[in-house]
């Protein structure tokens, strides 16, 4: 993380576009936002466009804006994103999600510096900075044919990756008493520490969804304690199992295969931002075997979105 800070320095006073690469959870956004408000855009606007959570034709219709008439419902002209942020910084997020044709026409404002609405046919120059943010193996998704080649080579101009927290070990600890201070605060609760047991549950836990889900996690426990002492039945059943059967050697079969099972719904569902049906579909299973398994495992797929 020292090294994530020390490029944050680096480019955030130049133009340069940045690439984000890390898994959900990781702080991406945050980075970008440390980004944005340590450069010299920092007085203009930041603008932040989910890829992944609009349909295809939408994020084209936010990003580039449309003219009025330009598809059914345009009922009156719309300026797009890269406009709204003229002067200051774009964040697309889960750019890896982008649609082709949109890929296209991103790769034309970062080359051109300039946009046409949906629609339109007057082109208007932009002036902004594009942070682009990533969960997916960018370069992966090219050589399967899904991400452009010239717009990948022009978003990793500098890219910064954020290492998954489970290999963060220091940063658990870290994290765990800042968030307890601020979930204490905000619940008006007096909880001092967190018990030796509950913190060798956060060490041999996997984290799937990084410090958003140790954040989750600890603002549950605040909730949930009554005393001055975080301990593990304040945790999610989760970590529990994750203290006890910390060794391999004493988990038996069952315990592994279900450990095993459990960790590929996670990962399935971090796949698919919490979606059931996606998820079930990518392990070959039903939607309905698929929402048992969540419920038996105590899986909060919300968490994932
Ligand atoms: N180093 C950190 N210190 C404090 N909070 C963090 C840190 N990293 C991430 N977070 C918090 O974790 C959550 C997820 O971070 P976010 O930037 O949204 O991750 P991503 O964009 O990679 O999914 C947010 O609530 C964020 O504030
Ligand atoms: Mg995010």
């Not at 836990?205 to 301990?231: D, M, S, T």
């Not at 590929?264 to 049906?277: E, Q, S």
């Not at 075997?289 to 994932?304: D, L, M, S, T």
Request: glycine share 6%.
């Amino acid at each position: 993380m020292q090294e994530v800070f020390h490029l944050i320095a680096q480019v955030a006073k130049s133009n340069a576009n940045v690439l984000l690469l890390g898994e959900s959870g990781t702080g991406k956004e945050l980075v970008a936002n440390a980004i944005h408000y340590n450069s010299l855009r920092a007085g203009k606007p930041l603008i932040k466009v989910n890829c992944a959570a609009l349909p295809a034709n939408l994020v084209e219709a936010e990003l580039f804006g449309y003219e009025r008439g330009a598809f059914t419902g345009a009922t009156r002209s719309k300026e797009g994103k890269f406009e709204l942020a003229n002067g200051g910084t774009v964040f697309l997020d889960e750019i890896g999600s982008l649609a082709m044709d949109a890929q296209g026409k991103l790769l034309r404002v970062l080359q051109e510096k300039e946009v046409e609405r949906l629609g339109g046919t007057r082109t208007r120059k932009v002036n902004i900075r594009l942070i682009a943010a990533s969960n997916k193996d960018l370069a992966k998704e090219v050589e399967r044919g899904n991400f452009r080649e010239d717009l990948f080579y022009r978003l990793n101009v500098y890219p910064i990756y954020l290492p998954p927290l489970r290999e963060r070990e220091a940063d658990i600890l870290l994290l765990a008493d800042y968030f307890l201070e601020k979930y204490a605060r905000e619940y008006s609760k007096d909880i001092r520490r967190i018990s030796t047991p509950a913190i060798d549950a956060f060490m041999q836990y996997h984290w799937p969804g990084n410090v958003r889900e140790l954040e989750n996690c600890i603002e549950r426990a605040v909730l949930l304690c009554e005393e001055q002492v975080i301990h593990t039945c304040h945790l999610p059943p989760t970590l529990q199992t994750a203290r006890d059967t910390g060794t391999v050697q004493s988990q038996s079969l069952k315990e592994a295969v279900e450990r095993f099972e459990m960790d590929l719904i996670i990962d399935a569902l971090k796949n698919t931002r919490g979606n059931m049906r996606q998820a079930a579909k990518a392990l070959g299973t039903t939607e309905r075997i698929f929402g048992y398994k969540v419920k038996k495992y105590n899986i909060n797929p919300k968490q994932y979105r």
